[in-house]
């Protein structure tokens, strides 16, 4: 299963924080990350009721430990692109559909809920994995942080137990870059990059890709780099091997070496 964490992004209103506390509590998660939260007093002790364990455990962070520490980071938000010409917040997935997404994971899943005023920026949905909406009315569609925080707690309740490692964000940062300097090697139009990284992104974030399959694509890059330019990265591929050989003595053979 999933290990599920919620987190609040600058939240303003500390009465809010107490009713998130509850809510989580009361479908059975614990794990609550504030960033840059309001000063927390007796509103949200009062809010949070009986889930003063909750509220007392909560971890102040920042958006760059929230991400070196997760798996998988899903975005939440009630304003959607319209086009998917305009991939910052498309495409999205209703929280039934993000459970089936993350069912079988076996890893850490950030859930980001916005400010209560202008929920996300734009920065923070790019740097997101997957992006999580909750059909509303379109006369009012953005809900109060801890209700939506319940809406998607109810709906990652039950989830069955996790099957598999997803790569770790290290592994996922590392992969993104490589796709960066690919681009480069393909002569890749700068004015189309930025977006092409963020769809690569959001591809590959809803792909919950495992190590082995992050490897995998390394494997297919590095493979193309040696075709395009044999001398300089046919010297990158031996010291790879090189490193390889160097350590496998110390390693077990795995069933596909046996």
């Given at each position: 299963m999933p290990d599920i964490r919620i987190v609040l992004v600058n939240p303003i209103y500390e009465g809010n924080i107490g009713f998130t506390a509850r809510v989580m509590k009361n479908f059975g998660f614990f794990k609550l990350l504030l960033i840059d939260p309001c000063e927390i007093g007796e509103e949200a002790s009062l809010r949070a009721a009986h889930a003063q364990d909750v509220l007392s455990g909560a971890?102040?962070?920042?958006?760059?430990?929230?991400?070196?520490?997760?798996?998988?980071?899903?975005?939440?938000t009630g304003l959607l692109s319209k086009s998917v010409c305009r991939s910052m917040r498309m495409p999205y997935y209703s929280p039934p559909e993000i459970r089936e997404k993350i069912k079988d994971i076996d890893g850490v899943v950030s859930v980001l809920f916005g400010r209560e005023d202008w929920g996300l920026s734009n920065e923070e949905v790019k740097n997101s994995d997957m992006i999580c909406t909750i059909p509303a009315s379109p006369e009012y569609p953005v809900l109060n942080i801890s209700h939506a925080a319940g809406v998607v707690c109810y709906e990652l309740a039950h989830l069955p137990r996790g099957e598999y490692h997803l790569a770790s964000r290290e592994e996922m940062e590392y992969l993104y870059q490589h796709m960066n300097r690919f681009l480069n090697e393909i002569e890749h139009p700068d004015f189309k990059r930025d977006n092409t990284l963020l769809m690569m992104r959001r591809i590959l974030g809803r792909a919950n890709l495992t190590t082995r399959e992050a490897s995998t694509l390394h494997g297919l890059l590095r493979r193309a780099e040696f075709h395009i330019d044999p001398k300089i990265h046919g010297r990158e591929r031996d010291r790879h091997f090189r490193d390889i050989d160097a350590t496998s003595s110390n390693v077990s053979p795995g069933p596909e070496d046996e």
């Open positions: 971890t102040v962070c920042t958006f760059k430990e929230v991400h070196k520490s997760s798996d998988l980071v899903i975005a939440t």
